[in-house]
């Protein structure tokens, strides 16, 4: 079993930025990658950032990239998401989740674990 426990969501003006951050615990040893996905209402969960253990390989959906920056500092479990001129349209609940594939994936249905989701509204 793996958890994950994601922190750093609120509420924040159009312009601004918030870091998230994932910490992972209990059997992060098969933990290939792990990405960030987000879920609006109405929306399917939709992809917005991962990144390989192995050698910090980054993926950013095309809406969020020069934007936002997904990082692993040398503590292995835990991952950053920091997000940078923030708009409305990326207002959701982000979740993150981890992977036991070498191949980092987009889709929601590769990642075997997920954390509870932490919130993000941006006002305009």
């Not at 809406?63 to 500092?73: A, C, D, L, Q």
């Not at 982000?94 to 994936?105: G, P």
């Amino acid at each position: 079993q793996v958890q994950l426990v994601e922190s750093g969501g609120g509420l924040v003006q159009a312009g601004g930025s918030l870091r998230l951050s994932c910490t992972a615990s209990g059997r992060t040893g098969s933990r290939y990658s792990m990405g960030w996905f987000r879920q609006a209402p109405g929306k399917e969960r939709e992809f917005v950032a991962a990144i390989r253990w192995s050698d910090g390989d980054t993926y950013y959906a095309d809406s969020v990239k020069g934007r936002f920056t997904i990082s692993r500092p040398n503590a292995k479990n835990t991952v950053y998401l920091q997000m940078n001129s923030l708009k409305p349209e990326d207002t959701a609940a982000y979740y993150c989740a981890t992977s036991r594939s070498l191949v980092v994936h987009t889709t929601p249905k590769a990642y075997d674990y997920w954390g509870q989701g932490t919130q993000v509204t941006v006002s305009s």
